[in-house]
């Protein structure tokens, strides 16, 4: 069927057109096949609130010391400084305490934990967050600074590795003068 078949202009190729596959049942089938898995992703379909669960008061408590956490760590380095040990202690203890609770929460309601992408997503961020209390005064000035300065001496003179080091180099600055300070760490 002449019909059929697409010629592109400039290469004179040919291909068969998109009714032509959707004609033949194993095109169709497909096509259903597709269609029919991407509707029945719930995560797909569904309105974003009804991806997270209702927190409990321990949850909402946790979220919300969460959302604090920042301000907590702002107002004890504006009060006693930022080379004390205590706004930084603090502020990890209270993203610690948030944790449990969040997590309590979420395995209070008899689940084994997040039930979707979105909720588990957002837990593995937070997690990750964690690592940043190492590049955050006193602690990055007392151990994470002299460490990371012997790797990147290290890298220096090693071929591919001195890519490694001088990316480090670059950004030690900046993580000594600016990092530390953002809300999301």
Same mark, same amino acid.
């Given at each position: 069927?002449?019909?059929?078949?697409?010629?592109?202009?400039? @290469?004179?190729?040919?291909?068969?057109?998109?009714?032509?596959?959707?004609?033949? #049942?194993?095109?169709?089938?497909?096509?259903?096949?597709?269609?029919?898995?991407?509707?029945?992703?719930?995560?797909?379909?569904?309105?974003?609130?009804?991806?997270?669960?209702?927190?409990?008061?321990?949850?909402?408590?946790?979220?919300?010391?969460?959302?604090?956490?920042?301000?907590?760590?702002?107002?004890?380095?504006?009060?006693?400084?930022?080379?004390?040990?205590?706004?930084?202690?603090?502020?990890?203890?209270?993203?610690?305490? @948030?944790?449990?609770?969040?997590?309590?929460?979420?395995?209070?309601?008899?689940?084994?934990?997040?039930?979707? #992408?979105?909720?588990?997503?957002?837990? @593995?961020?937070?997690?990750?967050?964690?690592?940043?209390?190492?590049?955050?005064?006193?602690?990055?000035?007392?151990? #994470?600074?002299?460490?990371?300065?012997?790797?990147?001496?290290?890298?220096?003179?090693?071929?591919?590795?001195?890519?490694?080091?001088?990316?480090?180099?670059?950004?030690?600055?900046?993580?000594?003068?600016?990092?530390?300070?953002?809300?999301?760490?």
């Amino acid at each position: 069927d002449p019909a059929a078949l697409w010629k592109g202009e400039r @290469s004179g190729l040919g291909f068969r057109s998109v009714r032509s596959i959707l004609d033949k #049942t194993e095109g169709s089938a497909n096509l259903d096949r597709f269609i029919a898995g991407a509707v029945q992703d719930p995560e797909r379909v569904a309105p974003a609130l009804a991806l997270v669960r209702r927190y409990g008061a321990l949850g909402l408590a946790g979220e919300l010391l969460f959302i604090l956490r920042p301000l907590i760590y702002v107002m004890g380095i504006r009060k006693l400084g930022v080379r004390s040990w205590r706004p930084w202690a603090l502020s990890l203890l209270v993203e610690l305490a @948030s944790r449990q609770m969040v997590r309590t929460d979420l395995h209070a309601g008899g689940t084994a934990g997040p039930e979707h #992408t979105v909720e588990r997503d957002e837990l @593995s961020r937070r997690k990750w967050l964690l690592l940043y209390y190492l590049l955050r005064q006193p602690f990055f000035g007392r151990f #994470t600074e002299s460490r990371l300065t012997r790797v990147a001496d290290w890298c220096s003179n090693k071929p591919l590795l001195s890519l490694l080091g001088s990316l480090i180099q670059d950004y030690q600055p900046l993580w000594q003068q600016f990092y530390f300070y953002t809300a999301g760490s």
